[in-house]
């Protein structure tokens, strides 16, 4: 079965940092796309960050340059690095993963696999 568990959300300031991760289970990331979604209040969840199974990256524009996807394989761990972080920022934010062996995937409906969130709070 696999699994997803996403830990590491809090209330943080403007300007602060986290790191968000995600335990997974049941499955390798070879031939997996693994993606870092959120949902604010009222919106739609939107992909923010993928990362393909040959390694490519995918960040939304408004993320570049402040968050970073990894990987820690021995873990079997989704890392999701948040710097300069935004009060629009604030949302729940979910790990996805499914089988792709093609690349990038950023819409919802690509991912079958998916953890339960982690709310991130940035107070101004």
């Known amino acids: 079965e696999i699994q997803l568990v996403e830990s590491g959300g809090g209330l943080v300031q403007t300007g602060g940092s986290l790191r968000l991760s995600c335990a997974a289970s049941?499955?390798?990331?070879?031939?997996?796309?693994i993606a870092w979604f959120r949902q604010a209040p009222g919106q739609k969840r939107e992909g923010i960050l993928c990362?393909?199974?040959?390694?490519?990256?995918y960040y939304t524009d408004s993320v570049k340059g402040r968050f970073t996807i990894f990987t820690d394989n021995t873990k079997s761990t989704v890392y999701l690095q948040m710097n300069s972080l935004k009060p629009e920022d604030t949302a729940v934010y979910y790990c996805?993963?499914?089988?792709?062996?093609?690349?990038?995937?950023?819409?919802?409906?690509?991912?079958?696999?998916w953890g339960r969130g982690t709310q991130v709070t940035v107070s101004s």
């Open positions: 996805a993963a499914d089988h792709n062996p093609f690349g990038i995937a950023t819409l919802y409906a690509q991912y079958n696999y």
């Open positions: 049941g499955f390798t990331f070879e031939d997996y796309a």
């Open positions: 990362l393909s199974s040959n390694g490519e990256t």
